[in-house]
T-cell receptor, first 109, second 114 residues
Framework: AQRVTQPEKLLSVFKGAPVELKCNYSYSGSPELFWYVQYSRQRLQLLLRHISRESIKGFTADLNKGETSFHLKKPFAQEEDSAMYYCALSGTSGSRLTFGEGTQLTVNP | DTAVSQTPKYLVTQMGNDKSIKCEQNLGHDTMYWYKQDSKKFLKIMFS???????INETVPNRFSPKSPDKAHLNLHINSLELGDSAVYFC?????????????FGEGSRLTVL
């Protein structure tokens, strides 16, 4: 079974402050991890995937297999980062993407 | 030229009615999905189809019946609607079954059952 946990439903920071959205996963094989984002009144879209090792809109996420975590980080939050963020996992057998419960990030001016 | 489109965007109906939500993708993807987002914003997969063939059928009441007339369309029909069916339903597609790539989502269809 695969499971994704995002312990914080709500996260509020001030503009310019660092932000970290936590994600932990449970999967017996080798997972592929993703972060999806849903801005207000927009569709859910991919933000980044661990396999690409990329930085998108200043966000990065590192897969830590020892801690089974895939936390999303940004050193300086911006107001436009306010959105709902979902961590997601795909197993090696594919066929499904399991989402965490989501974290609503609010960046205050 | 929207990639994944759903209709209707909003649907308000009475308990006991039957309703359908349509989804179409013009990305040439092989796999399509239905996800349910409840009032707490929790996203849960309901169904996935690959080339018109049902691949995933989560523990969903059989009042929900997906239909895929071709690989570009995946419609969701719901019989005997209940209050608990109120949610936002998202359609999505991906290149293939492996989900090693990206899921493309529709804008969602907000269903309210009174």
């Amino acid at each position: 079974a695969q499971r994704v946990t995002q312990p914080e439903k709500l996260l509020s920071v001030f503009k310019g402050a660092p932000v970290e959205l936590k994600c932990n996963y449970s999967y017996s094989g080798s997972p592929e991890l993703f972060w999806y984002v849903q801005y207000s009144r927009q569709r859910l879209q991919l933000l980044l995937r661990h396999i690409s090792r990329e930085s998108i809109k200043g966000f990065t996420a590192d897969l830590n297999k020892g801690e089974t975590s895939f936390h999303l980080k940004k050193p300086f939050a911006q107001e436009e980062d306010s959105a709902m963020y979902y961590c997601a996992l795909s197993g090696t057998s594919g066929s499904r993407l399991t989402f965490g419960e989501g974290t609503q990030l609010t960046v205050n001016p | 030229d929207t990639a994944v489109s759903q209709t209707p965007k909003y649907l308000v109906t009475q308990m006991g009615n039957d309703k359908s939500i349509k989804c179409e993708q013009n990305l040439g993807h092989d796999t399509m999905y239905w996800y349910k987002q409840d009032s707490k914003k929790f996203l849960k997969i309901m169904f996935s189809y690959n080339n018109k063939e049902l691949i995933i059928n989560e523990t969903v009441p059989n009042r929900f019946s997906p239909k895929s007339p071709d690989k570009a369309h995946l419609n969701l029909h719901i019989n005997s609607l209940e209050l608990g069916d109120s949610a936002v339903y998202f359609c999505a597609s991906s290149q293939d079954l492996g989900v090693t790539g990206e899921l493309f989502f529709g804008e969602g269809s907000r269903l309210t059952v009174l």
